[in-house]
Each structure stands twice: as structure tokens, then as C-alpha cells.
């Protein structure tokens, strides 16, 4: 059986594709084989960051009006064994998903994967409540800012009301938080909410915590995911929250300030 | 964070405790509405068009809520009735 997580957040831009890149990849690299489908129909972007863009041929709603079969529209990633790619189409059509036909390749690809990572689109139109519809488990990215914080609670009642589990009346979704764009440097001034506070507010399980990081720009421009950049403190902190959703125990970590010299702390800099 | 900074009071809540309360107030608020019933907004519209048959208010006059207990739900209305001319 398939498990089906849902990358989701309410609020755009704050690290969707991106996490789902890099976990769909870490879960991969752990053996395990694995799709991710991009939901963001007329806006995709997950093929950028799995740098695929040019391998484009059929995209999920071509599989699901049935103009071409998975098998045409999955792209194999070339870096990663047991990782593939439904990328979303660029329609303008949002009416492009139904239930049915996204049902229909959710369990065909059941058969085949033993992960499906949903890439949400933003907002909580139609687009997000598909992706969230069949999820077993959902990874709730959140910024530690006001709005994201906001946007995610209100993503996790969707989750607990709307998607196919909660009509069911079947186990709720796994809940997962993953916090993103963190930086130690300002919750130690009492700038930004601390992983404390988030977890305050919204009272679930925390996933992780991804310090802000020049290596995620980077590996976009280049379209890898940032997991692969062993050498960063993002690609690592991600690979440990892939270890975390297996069911493995890691420690917190990146979340303590750089000591500065003393001339430069006092010199501001 | 520069020297200066430090001579700066030390008494005002810094900001990222001011979200946290924010949040925490707004949060609580949004999921106290999350459980009420889709046809809450349409019946409020409807009650108040009832009362305005016979008493001239505006939509503001009139509060509904409803609030769930375990076992129990009460739907709480208030309407201000304009003064006796």
C-alpha cells in the first residue's frame, strides 16, 4: 500500500516545491520508490526544481483525460534511483483535476510506488483541497511569521474536515511541521517566532526545522534539490526530517546562533 | 546589533512575542468558527430579515452565536431594539 503525503501550507512562497523536492528525493535515496505530482495546474514549477523543465512531454492532466498513460508522462529523475516526476500542466483550466480522475491515478500509481508526494499549490481553492483530498499524511510548511502561521492553521482544519479521511470518518491525517526560512540569529533577539512559539500555536507534531539558507537559491537556480547539497545546513536539516517521517530519532540542530567575534557583535555586523 | 542597541529599554515586548500573542487570540478565534455549521451564515440573514418585517433594524443590531458545549448547543441571539419615538 501506498502512503500518500500531501506537501501543503495555505500561504505561497513559503517553501512548497522546494521541500517537496528535497523529501520526495530524500525518501528515494532511502530506497523507497517514489513520485511526486505536482498539483499546480497552470503554474507548474516542480519541474524547474527537479530540473526536468526541457523533459516535459505529457503532464497529469493529459493522463487524466486520458491523452497519454502514466507511463509516458512520468519522468524518471537521471540523479536519483526510484524517484520520478508527474509534472502539473500549464493549463489555464482550473476545472483541468476532478476527484475521479485524480483518484484514478493516485491508485494506478499505488500500485507501482511505495511513496506519492503531493505538491500542493497555494491558497485553499480546489487545486489544494485535491491535493489534500486522498492524503495519509500531510507536511504542513510553515514560515515563522504571522500570516504563514495563520494560513497553516487553517490548512490543518481543511485537513481535519475535507479531505476523504474526515468524510470516511476514518484516522485523521498525520500531521507533520515543518518549519522553514528559520534564523536563529533573530529569534535570539526576539525578532522572529521561535520553533517554541509555532509549536505553541499550532499544537502539532514537529517534522523539522530548515534554517534560512543561501544553498536553496542556489540548488534552484541550478534545478537540484537542495538535499542533494550535503554541505549545507538546509540539505542536511532536511535529510533529517526525511529520517523523522521514517520513524527515526534526530536531534534538533542549526538552531543555535553563530558565535560572532567579539569586535564584530559590537560593531553590529 | 549594534553598541547602541543596548542602551535602548529593555521593557517594551519584543515583536516576536507580540506576534505569538496575536496569533494565539486570532488563531483561537478562527477555530471557535470552525466548527459551526455551513447554514449558520444563511440562517442569521434569514432571522434578520424576519425581524426587520416588524421592527426596523440593521444587520448590525443583531448578534448570533452559537457555542457548543459536550452534549449541548445554544444559539444565543441579541437583537437591539431601536428606541421607543
Known amino acids: ?269 | 546589533m549594534g553598541i547602541f542597541d543596548y542602551f535602548k529599554s529593555k521593557s517594551a515586548p519584543s515583536s516576536a512575542s507580540v506576534a505569538k500573542d496575536r496569533l494565539q487570540i486570532i488563531v483561537a478565534h478562527e477555530r471557535s468558527k470552525r466548527h459551526q455549521p455551513d447554514y449558520l451564515p444563511q440562517m442569521q440573514q434569514e432571522i434578520i430579515d424576519v425581524i426587520r418585517k416588524y421592527v426596523n433594524i440593521g444587520s448590525e443590531d443583531v448578534q448570533i452565536q452559537l457555542d457548543n458545549t459536550d452534549d449541548c448547543s445554544i444559539l444565543e441571539l441579541n437583537v437591539t431594539l431601536p428606541e421607543q419615538n
Open chain 1, 1 to 269: 500500500m501506498a502512503k500518500i503525503i500531501v506537501v501543503t501550507s495555505g500561504k505561497g512562497g513559503v517553501g512548497k516545491t522546494t521541500s517537496s523536492a528535497a523529501i520526495g528525493t530524500g525518501i528515494a535515496l532511502k530506497g523507497h520508490k517514489t513520485v511526486i505530482i505536482d498539483f499546480d495546474v497552470g503554474l507548474r514549477n516542480l519541474d524547474l526544481i527537479m530540473g526536468c523543465e526541457r523533459r516535459v512531454v505529457y503532464d497529469f492532466v493529459n493522463v487524466i483525460n486520458k491523452e497519454a498513460t502514466l507511463s509516458q508522462a512520468l519522468i524518471k529523475d537521471k540523479r536519483t534511483k526510484d524517484l520520478f516526476i508527474l509534472p502539473a500542466s500549464q493549463t489555464r483550466d482550473k476545472d483541468a483535476l476532478t476527484i475521479e480522475g485524480v483518484q484514478e491515478v493516485l491508485e494506478e500509481l499505488a500500485k507501482e510506488f511505495e511513496y506519492i508526494i503531493c505538491d500542493s499549490p497555494a491558497g485553499i481553492e480546489k487545486g489544494a483541497q485535491m491535493a489534500l483530498y486522498f492524503a495519509d499524511a500531510a507536511i504542513v510548511v510553515t514560515n515563522p511569521e504571522v500570516s504563514s502561521v495563520r494560513d497553516s492553521d487553517r490548512i490543518l482544519g481543511i485537513l481535519q474536515s475535507k479531505s476523504k479521511r474526515a468524510e470516511d470518518g476514518k484516522a485523521p491525517i498525520e500531521e507533520h511541521l515543518l518549519l522553514t526560512r528559520y534564523h536563529p540569529g533573530r529569534v535570539a533577539l526576539g525578532e522572529m517566532l521561535s520553533v517554541s512559539d509555532v509549536e505553541d500555536i499550532l499544537a502539532i507534531p514537529l517534522l523539522g526545522v530548515i534554517p534560512e539558507s543561501e544553498a536553496v537559491l542556489k540548488a534552484s537556480n541550478q534545478g537540484t534539490p537542495v538535499i542533494l547539497d550535503t554541505a549545507s545546513e538546509a540539505g542536511l536539516a532536511y535529510m533529517d526530517a526525511v529520517d523523522r517521517l521514517m520513524g527515526e530519532e534526530r536531534p534538533l540542530r542549526f538552531l543555535e546562533v553563530q558565535k560572532k567575534g567579539f569586535i564584530k557583535r559590537l560593531l553590529g555586523g
